[in-house]
């Protein structure tokens, strides 16, 4: 359903009533202007088609008598010559008014369609002239009737268009209309029989068809005029009968009856051609001007109509015209005063849940002291205002109740920072303890379990530390000195479960400034940790980066099954923008702790397709966290004779990369830029036992007493180093890779399991790290 708002249907409540008053207005206004309309229009098509259509009438029954007079009679044609020229200025002015703009605007479809026909039949009148002048003088009776036919037809167009001018809404007017055109039908058959008759004179004697036709148009005429006579007001009537009674009446009356009772086919008529032709045309004259003064009356009458119509509806107009004012101002003040408060009352209501509650929490999160308002709301003393004074105390609740929730959320964040504070203590211990233990250990399965226990360890310090930047605060760890990337990004990875299957390809050699090291690799081991949680077991997952104009990139490639378009945008989006902490979403906490520590450094984390078919993790660290490697102050002494790894053995880098069975050289301890300590060659505490050579034996063979001499050659190496960390600057060499430069191909790539990040040891040192009050570790194993 559409939705419509208060102020719209408060306009509909004023504009319906006001919509029926309008219409009631209207319709008697035009009860009123309809006829005045009607009558107006009498008037206009009267002077412009009436007028005008009489004359080419008369006109055009006068040039009928002189063309059958003509052809019955040779003669001359000087006088119908005149006549011709003077109907067709007739025509030329009836054209000219009926065409005019008022009269086709407002003629309706009848009027229009007698006026096209008359105009019609009047262009046939140049034809008629024509088949008269090719059949010459003295024809036979058939030239007079098909001449005296085509004259008549277009006369009778012309009375087939007075009828419908004639129509009216004044029921006296249009009857009197009808009358007049009875009285003028009469006369067109006068003017008939006088044709027909002035024929006969010329011819001299009638034929059997004048005959009839004279006689058929003596009983038609007079038929009319008692019937129009009939209908005429008393005033006319009486003028009409004084009119007949005159001699030129009174003398074709004789004639007619002359005609009638002694008029033989053959014969010449009993009536003498001098007084017919005077006779004849004083009555058509008298006639015509009888039906002009009548026609005169209604004309006055119809003006008089017009103007009293109009005054009419002035006054009803001036009437419903105040009426409807005074309803609409009535309407639209008491709808404007409800309307306004229900709308004061909503953006009240809006204010409250897009400004005021956001600013109260955004206050809270901020830590400020928010107190709870006693806001007034006045809207009146009726039911509105009832309602406002129930919002007041529901915006009293909802503040309240958004200051204690805010309290509440500040609550849990520091039970979380305390909760994560604590087990950070706890695994700090557990780490320390796991590196004592591991100094002591002299069995090789025991310390392969002690690294296993310190990697899981690990882990919990990384997943405590979820909670840490969840609760909004920042980790205890960090670095005073910058971290090459490729220690930060093994690191990284040292920090997941399963780090075997993460391939770390070619790093460019770049540092990551301290401050950012910690969020840096808590932040990658996130997105390694996805992968390979979201990719088969059997895949692995590719860590790659490159230097650009804009920062380091990192990409986390792996070959899962992806994800929807629809799902891409939405992490991205929360990438983007860092939501607030939700409980109830838990599924993606490594999402959000991803976001924070993005955001907290500036760093861009968007996900892509992998061009494997699984997802792309791309972190763009900017170019204010990278710093060159410097170059180291001695040369670095090369390590020689390190061994090789036996084929599928367990044991962690750490214990591979620096074991050594025989006994070397002792030198003095360096550390690296980043505050990485490295392993420095020294002579063993007690020398280990000898192992087989190594050509005897086979890749894949691993004694125990060869796997004692690696464990007991990496503690000598860790010691060194740890004891490197106190020398002075000045005596430091250049370290050693702490990967085994047998176990890298070509590409720089590192594959898991080999020399990669597979344990601990791949981590960057926290040597100089610093975490709260709690003491850090120094050894160079596997603690991010």
């Known amino acids: 359903m559409k939705r419509r708002s208060i102020r719209a249907k408060m306009a509909a409540l004023v ?75 007739a025509v030329r002015e009836f054209r000219q008014q009926s065409a005019s703009e008022d009269v086709s605007d407002r003629a309706d479809d009848l009027i229009k369609r007698r006026l096209t026909e008359f105009t019609g039949e009047l262009d046939q009148l140049q034809s008629a002239r024509s088949a008269a002048d090719a059949g010459g003088a003295g024809r036979s009776a058939d030239l007079r009737a098909a001449a005296m036919t085509a004259y008549t037809k277009i006369i009778d167009a012309a009375y087939r268009l007075f009828v ?84 030129a009446f009174v003398q074709l009356a004789v004639m007619e009856e002359a005609f009638l009772s002694r008029g033989q086919p053959n014969n010449p008529l009993p009536i003498n051609a001098a007084n017919w032709r005077t006779a004849t045309n004083a009555v058509l004259k008298a006639l015509r001007s009888f039906e002009e003064q009548a026609a005169a009356a209604p004309a006055e009458r119809s003006e008089a109509a ?52 956001p600013a109260v929490v955004a206050r809270l999160r901020k830590g400020e002291r928010v107190e709870v308002a006693e806001a007034e709301l006045s809207f009146g003393h009726d039911e509105i205002g009832e309602v406002g004074r129930a919002f007041a105390e529901v915006r009293r609740t909802a503040v309240r109740s958004a200051v204690d929730e805010a309290v509440l959320r500040h609550g849990l964040n520091e039970v979380f920072l305390n909760v994560a504070r604590r087990s950070q203590t706890l695994l700090h211990r557990q780490l320390s303890l796991l590196d004592r233990m591991e100094r002591r250990a002299r069995d090789p399965q025991e310390l392969e379990d002690l690294f296993r226990l310190d990697h899981l360890s690990t882990r919990m310090r990384r997943h405590a530390e979820d909670l840490v930047i969840l609760a909004g605060g920042a980790p205890g760890r960090g670095w005073r000195h910058p971290v090459a990337a490729v220690d930060v990004i093994r690191g990284s990875v040292s920090e997941i479960e399963e780090y ?30 996805n992968g390979t949680s979201f990719s088969p077991p059997q895949t692995r997952v590719h860590v790659s980066a490159e230097k650009g104009p804009d920062g380091l990139l990192v990409r986390v490639a792996d070959r899962g099954l992806g994800m929807t378009e629809e799902a891409l945008a939405e992490a991205n989006a929360r990438l983007a923008v860092p939501p607030d902490f939700d409980p109830a979403n838990s599924a993606r906490l490594g ?47 090369p390590v020689t ?31 690296d830029v980043g505050g990485l300590p490295r392993r420095s060659r020294q002579v063993p505490a007690e020398p280990p036992a000898s ?74 040192p926290e040597t100089d790290s610093v975490e709260g009050d709690q003491p850090v570790r120094d050894e160079g194993k596997a603690q991010p």
């Open 500 to 529: 075997v299957r993460v391939v770390v390809e070619k790093i460019p050699d770049v540092a990551i400034a301290g401050r950012a090291v910690g969020d840096i690799i808590h932040l990658l081991a996130e997105l390694v940790e």
């Open 15 to 89: 504009i319906i009533p006001l919509v029926a008053l309008l219409g009631l207005w209207l319709l008697a206004t035009a009860l009123t202007v309809g006829p005045a309309r009607n009558l107006a229009d009498a008037g206009l098509f009267a002077r412009h088609v009436g007028g005008p259509a009489a004359q080419v009438v008369a006109e055009l029954q006068t040039e009928r008598r002189l063309t059958v007079v003509w052809l019955a009679q040779p003669g001359t044609s000087t006088e119908i010559t005149a006549q011709r020229d003077a109907t067709d200025t």
């Open 591 to 637: 999402l959000m702790v991803v976001a924070r520590l993005a955001a907290r450094h500036g760093i861009t984390v968007a996900l892509t397709r992998s061009s494997h078919g699984g997802v792309c993790a791309e972190a763009l660290i900017p170019n204010s966290l990278i710093a060159t490697v410097p170059k180291p102050a001695a040369k670095p002494t």
């Open 691 to 764: 192992p087989a050579p190594e050509a005897a034996s086979p890749v894949s063979e691993r004694t125990p007493q060869r796997v004692r001499a690696n464990l007991a050659a990496f503690q000598r190496g860790t010691a060194s180093g740890r004891a490197s960390l106190d020398a002075p600057a000045d005596q430091a060499t250049q370290p050693e890779s702490l990967s085994d430069g047998g176990e890298t191909d070509s590409s720089g790539s590192v594959p898991a399991g080999d020399n990669g990040p597979s344990s601990p040891a791949a981590t960057p």
């Open 306 to 357: 017009v103007s009293t119509a109009y005054t009419r509806i002035v006054a009803t107009g001036l009437a419903g015209l105040i009426s409807v004012a005074l309803a609409l101002w009535v309407g639209l003040r008491v709808s404007r005063s409800v309307a306004g408060r229900l709308l004061r009352l909503r953006d009240t209501a809006t204010d409250l849940a897009e400004v005021e509650l």
């Open 164 to 247: 419908p001018l004639a129509e009216v809404q004044d029921p006296q007017l249009s009857q009197l209309s009808r009358t007049l055109i009875g009285l003028s039908r009469a006369r067109e058959l006068v003017a008939q029989e006088d044709a027909l008759v002035s024929a006969v004179f010329a011819v001299g004697k009638p034929a059997m068809n004048d005959v009839t036709q004279i006689a058929g148009a003596i009983g038609a005429q007079r038929q009319l005029f008692a019937d129009a006579v009939g209908e005429l007001p008393d005033a006319d009537r009486a003028r009409y009968q004084e009119m007949v009674r005159g001699d």
């Open 641 to 671: 004779d390190l061994p090789k790894r036996p084929s599928g053995a367990k044991i962690p880098v750490q214990a591979e990369v620096s074991a050594r069975p025989e006994p070397v050289t002792q030198t003095a301890g360096s550390v």
